[in-house]
DNA sequence: AACCAGGCTGCGC
DNA sequence: GCGCAGCATGGT
């Protein structure tokens, strides 16, 4: 018998449903979740299966409906997990608000993004190639770049008339020549780097069980900067977006860099000392104080 | 039209 | 280990 096509998660303290929809709508085209109604419209990828699932909210529920795909209770239980880890539900954001309260320059956000979640890329494949593709261009850019990539590579399935997209994955990307992302404006670089970590991927020679079956952050970090076209910041984006480690800073990033010149917590962009004075007070919730400091960078 | 963009590699010291 | 040039390509 199968479930119904609807279910729900409830939602913790701190929660706003609206922060998040603003991060997942903001100035960009990302082209792996739509929002619509005040609703976020994404397809999963779930072994050989696919499904796509609509996701609205009232004051204590995330309400989840499969709008393609086959229900089950095994999909219901791993959409469960995916959403849940997505949105972050799981994370009790009291210590965080309390150490921005404490910051003078800071403590506006307590209200500002109040209910803001890390959201994340949950598949770690997916995150590094987004990683690489984001490095050192403008965002504006790296999605263009992104979107080429999914809807040449990727899968997609139709909903209520909607386009969703997924991903490609890791033994599609490895088999693309080169030559081809050249042709969609990745720099050859870049495309050697992507079509590279492609491979490890589809050897499984990386995978998110091979990070967090390591001891330590630095063996994470390690295991990632070891291929070429990853380095500190494009490591420690992934360990933040995908494996959620709360203490990633991604070393170097420009919005990081502007959005604390532009709360005067540094004078220009080579005073990082008084960055590390302030990330010494966020002990354990590094990845939290970037992205919302990311999110200071647009307004409302 | 110059300067910038959610960096990385390889080299010289 | 640290600093720095060179890179590659569109956006503003």
Known sequence: MKPPEKFSIPLPKDFSFEECLWFLNRDYDDCLHMIRNNEVWKAFQIGAEQVAVRIGADRKNLNIELISGNNSSAVQAWLNNTITEWFDLERDLSPFYRLLSADKKLSYMTGAFKGLRLLGINDLFEAICWSIIGQQINL?????????????????????????????????????????????????????????????????????????????????????????????????????????????????????????????????????????????????????????????????
């Not at 080169?178 to 992507?194: D, G, N, P």
């Not at 499984?204 to 380095?231: N, V, W, Y």
């Not at 490591?235 to 990081?256: C, E, F, H, Q």
């Open 140 to 300: 504006t850019f790296a999605y263009k770049l992104k979107r080429r990539l999914v809807e040449a590579y990727g899968t997609s399935l139709s909903a209520e008339g909607e386009k969703l997209h997924i991903f490609p994955g890791c033994t599609v990307l490895a088999a693309v020549p080169v030559e081809e992302l050249r042709a969609m404006q990745f720099s050859q670089t870049k495309a050697a780097y992507l079509v590279g970590i492609a491979g490890a991927f589809a050897r499984k020679e990386m995978s998110k069980e091979i990070l967090m079956a390591l001891p330590s952050f630095e063996d994470r970090q390690k295991a990632l900067t070891a291929f070429k076209g990853i380095g500190v910041w494009t490591a420690n984006y992934a360990l933040m977006k995908s494996l959620r480690v709360p203490d990633s800073i991604p070393y170097g990033d420009v919005g990081l860099l502007q959005a604390l010149v532009a709360h005067n917590i540094m004078k220009d962009r080579a005073d990082l000392e008084k960055m590390h004075r302030l990330f010494r007070k966020f002990r354990g919730w590094e990845s939290y104080l970037v992205f919302y400091l990311w999110r200071s960078l647009s307004a409302a």
